[in-house]
Every structure is written in structure tokens, then in C-alpha cells.
């Protein structure tokens, strides 16, 4: 199975939590300032991640999430 990992710049206010429980060092805060005012996170290094949910558990504005997608099969 694969995944995607998806991070709603507009609903995370950039408090760096999941940044610092990564333990592949994969998320980062952008320089980019969101509508709402904050510098969200964002997959910095997405081949490195591997998918622990961590940085969805630690995140308090419940702005990550991690989905199972279907993979593509060959005819």
C-alpha cells in the first residue's frame, strides 16, 4: 500500500510541534506566511518520510493527516 501525507497550510498555525517529534527530520516551517497569518509546516524532505503518524498525533489543530491510497495496478 502506498500513502500521501497532506498538511493544511491553512489550518496549521505553525507551532513546529510536529517538526520536532519527526524522527526523519522530513517537516519544516516555510517561509511562506499563510491567509490566516502563520508560517505553516510542510514536507521538506517527503522521500525520507515513513509514514509513523507522529507528527499527525502531536499536531493540536489536527492539520496532517496521512491516507492510504490505492496503488496502480499494470494491465
Known sequence: MAYQHIIDSERCKGCGLCVDVCPKNVLELSDHVSARGYYPSFQARPEDCIYCTLC????????????????????
Open 56 to 75: 499527525c498525533i502531536m499536531c493540536p489543530d489536527v492539520a496532517i493527516t496521512i491516507k492510504e491510497i490505492a496503488e496502480e495496478t499494470a494491465a
